[in-house]
């Protein structure tokens, strides 16, 4: 995206159509070769071109191989930024191709669609264009090298891929094998360990001459390395984490990869990132916020490579020292320092082990107590959390950041956006109302600013999709909370109506997916910590007199581990942190939950273990996915609000449609555990459009509750 989103402004003006193509090219033009000069300096040897992307690699790779859907109306040739871009975003007639996860990161990336009408072509030159241009801008630089190196990414290698799998893999460089002869062949895995499957069928790949791992996320990796490495092949050691915002700790990487230099030489060993750095933020240089204690933990993708610099140096004997000795310098006061460590918070998540943190009434006489408090009609109707973010709203938030307009003046805005949403709702007719979310950015940010451990950036974003991106905070010591966060605003919100009001809170599970996590203690340590200070908060807002409370898990499906072993256990803390937060709450308190992503048929039983009164899912793109689950006989006891309509189109669903689609839900739901609501938070939407599709979605409740 560029040091600051240069790349996000220039497409959105292009796609306002306040700047032309040529415009946007030399946005382009202009971060290529700063990244291509930014690696030459760093004393990288082997320069990556064709990693940069208007929208989405995969989607890249799609084009280049003419594989577009017929509803683009593309007639072969070259394709351009319309067909382009109308495959990434819709156009005014045509949806966009879906979009998805990229492995377990918060990267989307442009589905292709393959079936047996698709005709391969050579459509998209970008591959060579990018070459030629990487090499026009570098060619000394490239000279010593030559251009006989090629990368290809292949990080489906760290599935559990079947035998049959594996074959077709090694089918495919088969058939490349002569193409490739010539040339320097580096087949890059990461995120992962490898099976000894799969690490076999890599070394026998015919046409490979070099391959690479991910040592940082797949610590066993290293195992197979020194048990069976073909002598002339390279190994590129990703020994630089691209995931993660640590500095590295440089003696300990050097001393993993001297292990590694007797094993495949000298010669044959080259330091890399762990990965790509589109995961991990760009340039520690523009953070004028962070102190410089903390700043001198950290190391962005401007550093890495600047690391893996001086490590390769060191392995050749040139090692700077006063490099390696600050780096030594920053790794113990990191070690030793009391900002990271509160005594109080550490022994309060170790005594959490060994107990399970249930409810002690079951789901289904929890909800009847609830009922009797509640007193709800059937097929209830709510939404998920979230109210349109008007640009008024965005400048009232900004402005009181930057100590433009006082306190009060900030409240009473908050207070006159909270009382409209409330008002809306109620005319709306809508039976479990929220307060709109008007005073967070960020579900996850707003909270982090709130605990302690947390520390923030100013320009650390990270490509979530197409333009989009998101800052996540960095979490870098034990986790608590010193005060409350959300109950002034949510008790504020329940005294403006006499309908339920939901308290909202982000769950454990979610902060740490989306933040950049201390990687000196296991993942879930950190998580418990901050289960424990959510906890806190949930009790908080139970005495304030909130009955119904919001615990959003939007992310527990993306943090799932990418192999099958390791499923049980992430599931196991994740759900277990969720419990834990509101284990202490009385049985006529209702909590619920809400997760993004439908997807989650092979998670059901974790879903059901968290034991929320209700949840909520995102459920736009497949009903059938989502209903399959409980049509092959899954038993759900809980309150359940699959998505009626999708929030993130800007489309207007009719009464019809959505009572449609309820209908579909109730053939395989008991209506009594059935709730009605749009699958995700509407912040994104304009007023314009929010009203009259909530207005369809009461007016479905409505009627089928007079069928039932
Ligand atoms: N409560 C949040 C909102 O409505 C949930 C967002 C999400 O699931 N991503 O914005
Ligand atoms: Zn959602």
Redo the contacts with the bound molecule.
């Keep these: 995206m560029g040091p600051k989103r240069e790349l996000k402004f220039a497409l959105e003006s292009f796609w306002d159509k306040k700047s032309n193509a040529e415009d946007l090219q030399k946005v382009a033009a202009d971060l290529k070769s700063s990244i291509w000069k930014q690696m030459a300096d760093a004393g990288i040897k082997y320069i990556p071109s064709n990693t940069f992307s208007y929208y989405d690699q995969v989607l890249d790779a799609t084009a280049m191989l003419g594989a577009v859907p017929p509803r683009y109306g593309w007639n072969g040739g070259e394709i351009g930024f319309d067909t382009y871009f109308s495959m990434a975003r819709g156009n005014a007639s045509v949806p966009a191709m879906e979009m998805t996860k990229w492995f377990d990161t918060n990267y989307h990336f442009i589905v292709p669609e393959l079936g047996p009408d698709v005709k391969f072509s050579y459509a998209s030159h970008k591959a060579v264009d990018e070459y030629t241009e990487a090499k026009a801008v570098l060619i000394s630089e490239l000279k010593a090298a030559g251009a006989s190196w090629i990368q290809f990414d292949e990080p489906t290698l760290v599935l559990d891929l079947e035998a049959h799998q594996l074959q077709a893999f090694s089918a495919a460089y088969a058939d490349l094998e002569s193409t490739l002869s010539g040339l320097n062949i580096l087949i890059e895995t990461y995120f992962a360990d490898l099976t000894s499957d799969a690490y076999k069928t890599l070394l026998e790949l015919k046409g490979a001459t070099a391959y690479g791992f991910d040592l940082v996320r797949g610590t066993r990796t290293i195992d197979l390395i020194k048990s069976n490495f073909p002598k002339e092949k390279f190994l590129f050691a990703g020994v630089v984490d691209g995931r993660n915002i640590w500095a590295n700790d440089l003696a300990s990487s050097l001393s993993t990869l001297q292990a590694l230099e007797t094993v495949v030489g000298k010669e044959n060993l080259v330091v890399s990132t762990s990965c790509s750095l589109l995961h991990t933020a760009v340039d520690l240089v523009n953070e004028t916020k962070l102190d410089d204690e903390i700043k001198s933990w950290l190391a962005f993708a401007a550093q890495n490579v600047v690391e893996v610099n001086a490590l390769a140096k060191a392995l050749a004997g040139q090692k700077d020292e006063a490099f390696f000795a600050s780096n030594a310098a920053a790794q113990s006061s990191r070690k030793s320092s009391p900002r990271v460590t509160n005594e109080a918070v550490q022994k309060a998540a170790s005594a959490l082990k060994g107990s399970v943190h249930r409810r002690a009434t079951n789901v289904s006489a929890r909800l009847d107590a609830q009922q009797k408090k509640l007193n709800l009609p059937i097929l209830p109707t709510t939404t ?3 109210f349109p973010q008007t640009l008024e709203l965005r400048r009232v938030r900004r402005e009181f950041k930057a100590n433009k307009i006082s306190e009060d003046d900030y409240i009473k805005a908050i207070k006159e956006e909270i009382k409209k949403v409330v008002d809306l709702q109620e005319e709306l007719d809508i039976d479990f109302l929220v307060h709109g ?1 008007p005073e967070r950015n960020d ?1 996850v940010e707003y909270f982090g600013e709130q605990l302690s451990g947390f520390a923030f950036t100013v320009n650390g974003w990270v490509q979530s999709y197409g333009s989009r991106c998101v800052k996540p905070p960095i979490i870098y010591g034990d986790v608590s909370r010193p005060k409350p966060m959300t109950v002034f605003w949510s008790s504020t919100a329940q005294s403006m109506t006499k309908r339920p009001m939901k308290g ?1 809170l982000t769950g454990p599970v979610t902060i740490l997916n989306w933040s950049f996590v201390r990687n000196d203690q296991p993942r879930f340590e950190t998580c418990y910590q901050i289960a424990l200070a959510i906890k806190d908060e949930v009790e908080d807002l139970e005495k304030a007199g909130i009955n119904v409370i919001q615990i ?1 898990e ?1 992310a527990l499906r993306e943090g799932l581990p990418l192999r099958k072993s390791e499923h049980a256990f992430y599931l196991k803390w994740a759900v277990h942190s969720f419990r834990i937060t509101n284990v202490g709450v009385k049985d006529t308190t209702q909590i619920h939950t ?1 997760m ?1 992503y439908s997807n989650f048929n092979d998670i059901i039983h974790s879903i059901i273990d968290m034991d929320a009164d209700v949840i909520t899912i995102e459920n736009s793109r497949s009903d059938e996915k989502l209903l399959s689950v409980f049509r092959e006989g899954v038993k759900y006891g809980a309150g359940i609000g699959p998505g009626v309509y999708d929030i993130h189109s800007p489309r207007i669903p009719s009464t019809e449609e959505i009572a449609d689609r309820i209908n579909k839900m109730l053939a395989v739901l008991e209506s009594n555990i059935l709730w009605v609501n749009p699958d ?2 509407l ?1 994104t939407r304009k007023y314009a459009e929010v009203k009259p599709a909530l207005n369809s979605m009461v007016a479905a409740a409505k009627l089928l509750r007079t069928q039932l």
């Design positions: 998920i959390g979230s979310e579900m909202m959003d939007a809400h993004c995700c938070g912040k």
